[in-house]
């Protein structure tokens, strides 16, 4: 049973471009969350999807989008790219309609804006 | 790998002996707490979780500890070893709505076992 993937696994993109990351849930999972983990840092939220709707936002500004699919898998989208925005974006996954509130990560996609 | 925490407080510990890695949080609506444990190049992976009405849960070598008045959260970790280096994060999360609720991080901290 394949955990949560995600890819690709590092991308190098200029300053103002757009790039699209990709998260496929452990199976079983039809909840996505995706955070930002700054070097250095402990990963900020970002968003949530559910039945391919956001449902929950962090503090993060309108360049940051996403989309679930109906397999449950997603893709977070970041336009306008900024120096800032260089971290490892994780994806972590969970199970609605039961009573665990745990969520596995996957290794995570590293993002350099040059 | 990927480094996970370059600037991070470290806590260095004798392969055999017991760490201590404490968390302070905000939130007092949190209702749960959890403590996952990074290696390089690797996505957090779950050690173990206690809900605010507990203030003491243990797992496998694993203690976690809640004083809710002082919104203190530690980890215990016995008889420490190699593979437990790693940067471990302390996590919130409000009363349970419902599955995957946003999960709040503290800063880290690095563990390195020596042998």
């Known amino acids: 049973d394949a955990g949560v993937t995600q890819s690709p696994t590092h991308l190098i993109k200029t300053r103002g471009q757009q790039v699209t990351l990709r998260c496929s849930p452990k199976?079983?999972?039809?909840?996505v969350s995706w955070y930002q983990q700054a070097l250095g840092q402990g990963p900020q939220f970002i968003f949530q999807?559910?039945?391919?709707?956001?449902?929950q936002r962090g503090n993060f500004p309108d360049r940051f989008s996403g989309h679930q699919f109906p397999n449950y898998s997603s893709e977070l989208n970041v336009n306008a790219l900024l120096l800032g925005d260089s971290a490892l974006y994780l994806c972590?996954?969970?199970?609605?309609?039961?009573?665990?509130?745990?969520?596995?990560f996957g290794p995570g996609t590293r993002l350099t804006v040059t | 790998g990927e480094s996970v925490g370059l600037h991070l407080p470290t806590l260095s510990v004798q392969e055999g002996d017991n760490s201590i890695i404490n968390c302070a949080y905000s939130?007092?609506?949190?209702?749960?707490f959890i403590w996952y444990k990074q290696e390089s190049g690797k996505g957090p992976q779950f050690i173990i979780d206690?809900?605010?009405?507990?203030d003491k849960r243990q797992g496998q070598r694993v203690t976690v500890l809640l004083n809710k008045t002082v919104k203190h959260l530690s980890l215990q970790i016995a008889a420490t070893q190699p593979g437990d280096s790693a940067v471990y994060f302390c996590a919130e999360t409000p009363i349970l709505k419902a599955a995957g609720n946003k999960l709040t991080f503290g800063g880290g901290t690095r563990v390195l076992v020596k042998p």
């Open positions: 939130n007092s609506a949190s209702d749960y």
């Open positions: 199976s079983g999972h039809d909840t």
């Open positions: 999807y559910y039945e391919e709707e956001e449902r």
């Open positions: 206690i809900r605010s009405n507990m």
């Open positions: 972590a996954s969970s199970a609605s309609g039961t009573a665990s509130y745990e969520q596995y």
